[in-house]
């Protein structure tokens, strides 16, 4: 048993403002698998930020946690693992940062592991295909 934690920062390091969706899809949420196979699990939560150049953010644990749970998260979160799409008009820095730290050793030092997320070019005509996206023409 432990204490786990997971960031994700967003850096714009470009001239221009970075126009970014995120879309949450779990595969365990509040501790149950809904995406263990034959289920699937599709997007859940979603959010939008607009970076002014040369800015950052992060999306933690919490924040995610206040998109899934749409309220105020309690006080111990249940296990949600999953995945953030992050999609943005220009190219980000993103990286992930986990923590985890055994529940017993509270002077301990936490594990930290810290991992630059590679970007995927999506072509245009492939955006209106996603099935939560209406065209409004």
Known sequence: AGNYTTEINIHNYQKKKAVIEKHIVPV????E????????????????????PYTATM???????????????????????????????IELSVTAVYTAAAIKDKDG?????????????IPIEEAGTRPDVVDSE
């Open 28 to 31: 365990i949420l509040k501790g």
């Open 33 to 52: 698998a809904i995406g263990r196979e034959p289920k699937f699990s599709g997007i859940v939560a979603n959010d939008k930020i607009v970076l002014p």
């Open 59 to 89: 999306d933690d644990t919490y924040r995610l946690a206040e998109l899934l749970y749409g309220k105020e998260v309690p006080c111990s979160i249940p296990l949600n693992i999953g995945f953030l799409h992050i999609i943005s008009n």
């Open 109 to 121: 030092v936490p594990s930290i592991e810290v991992r630059e997320i590679k970007g995927k070019a």
